[in-house]
Nanobody
Framework: VQLQASGGGLVQAGGSLRLACAAS????????MGWFRQAPGKEREFVAT????????YYADIVKGRFTISKDFTKNTMYLQMNSLKPEDTAVYYC??????????????????WGQGTQVTVSS
């Protein structure tokens, strides 16, 4: 599975951005897709995850109600719509794919495939 993340940029606090993660490769849509982020000097943290079909998206508490995952099956692309952005959302955002279950879906180690990361900067 190959993943290509895009859509990062600079935005003011309170603004919005939409990240995209295009998946390719055999059986790409059999994997769950996740978003993680890493701020400078901090460890990478879970943001959100969902399956291509079935189930409901799962979000970290810190983004719940502000971020939304959506999917475009025709483009094999998953999106992360980020609203009401805060300076503390500044990070490199990564998309990932893996065969996860409810107890592993927030763990980086459950996702063997990673995109290259896209920078999101939120100014105050």
């Amino acid at each position: 599975v190959q993943l290509q993340a895009s859509g990062g940029g600079l935005v003011q606090a309170g603004g919005s951005l939409r990240l995209a993660c295009a998946a390719s490769g055999e059986s790409a849509r059999t994997y769950a897709m996740g978003w993680f982020r890493q701020a400078p000097g901090k460890e990478r943290e879970f943001v959100a995850t969902t399956r291509w079909s079935g189930g409901t998206p799962y979000y970290a508490d810190i983004v719940k109600g502000r971020f939304t995952i959506s999917k475009d099956f025709t483009k094999n692309t998953m999106y992360l719509q980020m609203n009401s952005l805060k300076p503390e959302d500044t990070a490199v955002y990564y998309c990932a794919a893996g065969r996860v279950i409810s107890t592993t879906r927030t763990s980086q180690s459950a996702y063997p495939y990673w995109g290259q990361g896209t920078q999101v900067t939120v100014s105050s």
